[in-house]
């Protein structure tokens, strides 16, 4: 036990970080680690990376860094199904592929439904209420930004439209941009018609009696919600539409904590199962009944909870 916790705290590469970078599985799928081994030696100011703490002699973690997932190229697959390691492509010189072999890495996986490596984001759920929210919110600027109440419409002779002249050219250039902002402006001509004396260039706007019938704004918040609750994290909107009391609030809170636990016991299995074995057999130790991480909890009682619990254990 004393040796893992010392190796997992003699990395060059924080703890911190290293469950910061295993933690992109969520949005991605998986996140692939290779394994990198140093040999404790003691602290050596001109090897960066390599010196440690310790100058016992033995094996331990340098570090465990994450293998990005857009430089996957692709992966090897044996015969019998079980995944063999993973060919990583060099983005910025163009070098030959490199193949990282699974026995000196570890695979984190949101999900291995058919054991796929690359498993399933916990955000394909939310991709359709984003996808709305998104065209909506940039409906919403477009809007916003043209300030106007209506469709802008301008009149002007048909021989130019016919003819597709420059002047027709640039009345469609006039009327995409119109909006109001600092350079809101538009000058036209004052000629009139000889015989109906109506004026040949004019600018209008089509407006619709009364007030529109969608709110873009509720709309945008409805999906915005979904998406919290794909994730669990819907109670984060309590309260800001001036509803929803404690009690709710502490039971969504709960299932959030029992989801956190979940997927923190999923990446304390991988260490378990894979990376504390390998690490203890290189040094020759026994692995029959070897340490193993395990999280905290991710939810501590509320304190008035807790009083409310021990004075009523104390009076019974």
Known sequence: VEFVEQSRGDMSFTWEDTISEVLSMLGYGWSYHEIVYKRRDGSD????????????GKIGWRKIPIRAQPTRLRWEIDPSG??????????????????????????????????????????????????????????????TERDLT?????YIPGEHIVANTAVYTDWQKSLRNMRRNEQE????????????????YDVKLLT?????????????????????????????????DKVGSYALSGNKMSLFGVALSAW?????????????????????????????????????????????????????
């Open 45 to 56: 100011h001109l090897r960066p990376g390599n010196d440690s703490q310790f100058d016992d």
């Open 150 to 154: 209506g469709y802008p419409v301008a």
């Open 185 to 200: 402006a538009l000058v036209i001509p004052s000629d009139r018609d000889p015989e109906s004396n109506e004026l040949m």
């Open 208 to 240: 619709t009696p009364g007030q529109r019938q969608i709110d873009v704004s509720k709309s945008i918040e409805r999906y915005e919600k979904r998406i919290g609750m794909t994730m669990l994290a819907d109670f984060l909107f309590l309260g800001q």
């Open 264 to 316: 923190a016991d999923e990446i304390a299995a991988v260490f378990n199962r894979h990376a504390i074995p390998r690490l203890l057999a290189l040094n020759g130790m026994t692995v029959d009944a070897p340490p193993y991480l395990e999280h905290e909890p991710t939810e501590t009682p509320a304190p008035n909870l807790l009083a409310e619990a021990i004075g009523k254990l104390t009076v019974a």
């Open 82 to 143: 079980g995944i063999t390691g993973m060919w990583q492509q060099d983005l910025v010189t163009g070098q030959a592929p490199t193949f990282i072999p699974i026995q000196k890495s570890l695979l984190f996986r949101a999900s291995i439904h058919k054991n796929n490596p690359e498993g399933q984001s916990i955000l394909r759920r939310a991709y359709r209420p984003w996808y709305y929210a998104t065209r909506l919110e940039e409906i919403e600027a477009i809007g």
